[in-house]
């Protein structure tokens, strides 16, 4: 059974409510922008991207294009294989 709502209106000068977090701005990719390629040798950089846990940064959180976040992800995953960057926090080394 469907219900008749009455319409809604905007025409009075009602505004939604202002949600700060649709208002953020998008962050540029690094690696584009510079024009360079993640690499796993750059530790400095890889480290921005992992967590204190040890786990990646997603796309949303970091700006980075789904292009190098694929990149990126496989150098982060080079680097620790390599023993460049750790697999576990510091804590739970022992």
């Known amino acids: 059974m469907r219900r008749n709502f009455p319409p809604r209106?905007?025409?009075?000068?009602q505004q939604r409510p202002f949600?700060?977090?649709?208002?953020?701005?998008?962050?540029?990719?690094?690696f584009t922008k510079l024009g360079i390629l993640p690499d796993y040798k750059d530790i400095k950089r890889l480290q921005k991207y992992i967590t204190s846990q040890g786990?990646?940064?997603?796309?949303?959180?970091?700006g980075v294009t789904a292009k190098m976040q694929r990149r990126l992800s496989i150098a982060i995953k080079r680097a620790r294989h390599m023993a460049l960057l750790p697999f576990a926090p510091q804590h739970m080394r022992g």
């Open 9 to 13: 209106d905007r025409d009075n000068n």
């Open 19 to 30: 949600n700060p977090r649709l208002r953020t701005r998008r962050r540029e990719c690094e």
């Open 55 to 62: 786990k990646i940064y997603p796309r949303r959180r970091t």
